[in-house]
């Protein structure tokens, strides 16, 4: 896809930044400090589907201008990008690299090879010799403690990608669609004799990432920019699998249902949300993260839509209207009114619940459904009988008259 403006072309803003950009004696442009606001405000008015990280995004982004400008072609607004999207392509070229983190997992367990997100993830029980002497040295340079590693599980992810920083994001985005499918297959169960609320209402992410990663060139070496902190990490114990044969039952049964999904995009974007709302520390984030999740694989903020769209499953539906509503009032409140929800815990744990079941419905596709649009269509219809009845015959009432 080209490179796009999200609205018109910001032909004015693109004129206040050509007015203060400059070309020296030696050729060189430079510009003034204003610049750096209206660059910034230009690069958020775009779409691309450029593999790169946002960082590396926006210095490009902003030498397209730069070319542009030099080339006195300053009134052909969408040449910054054509130029966006040339340098794109030729200014980086892809590499590959390895990340490796510790996962909160025991090393007791046998995993294949998952392929997602355009990266190979291998999780071992111990980390290969390759990369081991490498990791432990780059660790014990840099200024963070040493973490533990010991019985805990190793999560090896081979990539390709532009820049060190595209494929540290690449990496940890394919993990937590990894954990966010492995999430949504286990049981949730209440734990009534949990010390906290958050013990009693779990809503963590249950295999979540250690502390430290560590970035690798394909001959185990560490990269220039070696190590890379997991802000989210919090530490505790490894975590034990009841079944796990049945955790990659199900873990490869829906990558491969999400791979012939048409809307296998949608999706992923929906499981990464959910992954990085589940491993936020905060509840209170957790809890504005899981709304900003099915907002997404709903398709919108709007209320009222919102609760018919996620009460569609259910038999006792004027219960879960209302269970749905009132959690719906307690994000609002929390935005606009600054007050935590009351039985903050709880809430996350039903609101999980809500989106599981929406997610995994998604998933499955099990009318085949072409598009998003026409799932969301079809979970957006009314449910009642006698509505149902109604519509039947205002379409059987238009075929009469048509015909």
């Known amino acids: 896809m080209k490179t796009k403006w999200i609205k018109a072309t910001p032909t004015g803003l693109i004129d ?24 910034d405000s230009l690069f958020g008015l775009i779409e691309h589907d450029h593999q790169l990280d946002n960082n590396s995004a926006h210095k490009i982004f902003r ?9 006195s072609k300053t009134k052909d607004y969408n040449r910054i990008l054509t130029e ?7 200014k980086l070229k892809p590499e590959r690299f390895i990340l490796i983190t510790t996962l909160q997992l025991k090393n007791l367990y046998l995993f294949p090879q998952f392929s997602i997100h355009q990266c190979k993830i291998k999780i071992t029980n111990s980390l290969p010799k390759k990369y081991l002497h490498a990791r432990i040295q780059a660790i014990s ?3 963070h403690p040493i973490e ?24 940890n985005d394919s993990l937590a669609i990894l954990s966010g499918l492995m999430q949504v297959g286990f049981k949730k169960n209440l734990n009534i004799f949990g010390s906290n609320d958050e013990e009693k209402y779990p809503s963590r992410l249950v295999i979540d990432l250690g502390k430290l990663q560590s970035l690798h060139v394909p001959s185990g070496k560490c990269h220039a920019d070696a190590i890379w902190i997991n802000t989210n990490y919090e530490p505790r114990n490894p975590v034990s699998l009841k ?15 999400i791979k012939r999904l048409p ?14 709302a589940l491993s936020s520390k905060s ?11 099915i907002e997404q694989l709903l398709a919108t903020d709007d209320t009222e839509m919102l609760i018919r769209r996620l009460s569609f499953f259910y038999r006792e539906k004027t219960a879960h209207q209302s269970i749905i509503r009132s959690l719906r009032l307690a994000r609002n409140h929390h935005v606009h009114g600054g007050r935590c929800p009351v039985n903050i815990e709880l809430k996350l744990f039903q609101i999980c619940r809500f989106l599981e079941h929406t997610l995994l419905f998604f998933i499955s596709n099990p009318f085949r459904y072409k598009t998003q649009t026409d799932i969301i269509s079809f979970i957006s219809l009314r449910t009642e009988s006698d509505d149902i009845q109604m519509e039947i015959n205002k379409l059987k009432s238009a075929l009469k008259f048509i015909s």
């Open 283 to 293: 509840t209170e984030l957790r809890f504005l993260k899981l709304w900003v999740a």
């Open 148 to 171: 533990s590693e010991q019985n805990h599980a190793y999560a090896v992810v081979t990539t390709e990608a532009k820049s060190s920083e595209s494929a540290v994001m690449k990496a």
């Open 16 to 39: 206040e930044v050509m007015q203060l950009l400059s070309i020296g004696p030696s050729g060189k442009v430079g510009y003034q400090f204003a610049a750096e606001f209206f660059i």
């Open 141 to 143: 340079a840099s200024a």
């Open 243 to 257: 079944n796990y044969k049945n955790t990659i039952s199900h873990t490869q049964k829906k990558i491969s249902q």
């Open 263 to 276: 809307f296998s995009d949608h999706i992923e974007k929906c499981l990464l949300n959910y992954s990085n």
């Open 84 to 90: 966006f999207d040339k340098l794109c392509h030729t």
């Open 63 to 71: 030498q397209s201008i730069l070319n542009v400008f030099a080339e």
